[in-house]
């Protein structure tokens, strides 16, 4: 059995940096400026032979309950509490402070393992602050660099003494081998029949949108807990934090991430590294849920979003949060599903779905159109059905010609799903207009049931053998 880790310690100690370094991974966002971590991350660690889930935690402050600080330190408690061991980081080069004091404290308190973890241990000066953490009473600190790896080697020596070999070094289960060769199952039958889509593989999906559009809190009534931190602040969320449940008996794993501003209003280097953050969100997810506020919604940047997320070839689901405080919610929706078809011509078939993510109402509807949105992103159709319905399209309305040559359409394939792209061989491919191009893009949606995702077309122009020789004459 595996067991888990949290990182805890006061602002800017470096938790996120040993985070980082335990996963493998910039995972984490680093940055000078305190508390940059506002939520708790799970990760997979491994450290020297071994395996363990690691949570890197805010930095603990004493604050009102009700404040954001406080509700930050609300999270990091949760995330000691789920821990089996606790590393309790310090900074050995700036020495110890009350705040240290404190949470050694509440550490002896819980009951729980501890490991002192002395960081930045490697600097001028950090000997005084080294001795000074056993003052503590948490035995003795282990010197680390979260930032060059060093002291690893004596880290795993501490978690191992700390939860026990037993618990470090689990025994694997003896696993029966075989030489015996045993096929692989196959389907037999015709090569290019439609495959079904899998109800039952994991769908990754990023929540993302305005600052303080509700994404955090939708994912939190998803989760029918307090997991992800919350508020009436614009912009609490700064790391992608992933969460996974269970819908249905399908596992969906759900990203929270930075609310994304216009670019010109993002000046401070953190909000910089959050917006990637959530860009990398994005290309990492299957399906994006782009939220917007219903009291004020499709302003520029939510359009933009809605271009990002298409360009990047995701499938993409409108949610209008805060559904609850509209009065006149049929002359709403009514307006909205108007503003939807004229603003996003690009999204044509977009599903979009009242909700609110404070009181639950819609979440259902919500996952039952991200799981039928992300059926059409992996649709598959056999080469046969595509070459039918390519003749029927020429027929009703047939390409332009080009220097009275009209140009024909010979051949077609999907040649990739996620999203669906299709590759079509004709004459003077460079020639057909883009016009064109989007009326066979039409065409698909509405003949084979593909609304909302990005449909790809590529043309291709056979080579020419005679291109490039010279007549005889």
Not at 125 to 130: A, H, I, K, L, Y
Not at 396 to 424: D, E, W
Not at 432 to 454: C, H, K, Q, W
Request: charged residues 30%; contains cysteine.
């Amino acid at each position: 059995m595996s067991f888990t880790v949290a990182i805890v310690g006061r602002p800017n100690v470096g938790k996120s940096t040993l985070f980082n370094r335990l996963v493998g991974k910039k995972l984490a966002l680093v940055d000078d400026t305190p508390g940059v971590t506002r939520d708790r991350r799970p990760g997979d660690a491994r450290l020297m032979g071994l395996t363990f889930t690691i949570i890197d935690t805010a930095g603990l402050e004493e604050a009102d309950a009700e404040s954001l600080q406080g509700r930050m330190r609300a999270q990091t408690e949760a995330a000691i509490d789920e821990a089996d061991l606790s590393l309790f980081v310090v900074d050995a080069k700036s020495g110890l402070t009350p705040v240290d004091t404190d949470l050694a404290e509440m550490l002896r308190r819980r009951g729980k393992p501890v490991v002192l973890v002395a960081n930045k241990s490697e600097a001028r000066g950090s000997d005084s602050g080294f001795y000074d953490a056993y003052t503590l009473g948490l035995g003795e600190p282990t010197p680390i660099s979260a930032e060059h790896g060093q002291g690893m080697l004596d880290l795993r020596d501490a978690i191992v003494a700390a939860i026990g070999e037993d618990r470090a070094y689990p025994e694997k289960e003896d696993v029966a081998v075989t030489d015996v060769d045993i096929p692989q199952s196959s389907n037999e039958g015709d090569e290019d029949e439609e495959p079904a889509y899998d109800e039952t593989k994991p769908l990754r999906v990023a929540i993302v949108g305005r600052p303080n559009a509700g994404k955090s809190t939708l994912i939190n009534r998803f989760l029918g807990e307090d997991r992800l931190l919350t508020g009436p602040e614009a912009g609490i969320t700064r790391d992608s934090i992933s969460v996974e449940w269970d819908w249905r008996g399908r596992t969906i794993k759900m990203f929270d991430t930075a609310g994304m501003r216009r670019k010109a209003r993002v000046i401070e280097k953190l909000e910089k590294l959050s917006v990637a953050d959530a860009l990398r969100a994005i290309r990492f997810a299957e399906t994006v849920v782009i939220v917007f506020d219903a009291t004020i919604p499709f302003e520029k940047q939510d359009l933009q979003i809605v271009d990002l997320v298409l360009r990047e070839g995701r499938a993409a689901v409108l949610a209008f949060n805060k559904w609850d405080m509209i009065e006149d919610r049929q002359a709403v929706l009514a307006d909205l599903r108007e503003k939807t078809d004229r603003l996003l011509p690009q999204a044509r078939g977009i599903r979009a779905v009242p909700i609110s993510g404070q009181t639950g109402w819609g979440l259902d509807k919500l996952m039952q159109s991200i799981i039928d949105t992300d059926k059409v992103w992996n649709k598959r159709i056999s080469t046969a059905r595509l070459n039918r319905w390519l003749e029927t399209q020429q027929i009703q309305h047939p390409p332009p010609a080009v220097s009275g040559r009209r140009i024909k359409l010979k051949y077609m394939t999907q040649v990739k799903a996620r999203p669906p792209a299709f590759m079509i061989s004709c004459t003077r491919s460079d020639a057909l207009p883009e016009s064109y191009t989007r009326y066979l893009i039409n065409g698909l949606r509405a003949d084979f049931d593909m609304p909302s995702v990005p449909i790809r077309i590529h043309f291709r122009s056979p080579d020419n053998p005679f291109e490039g020789k010279k007549r005889r004459t």
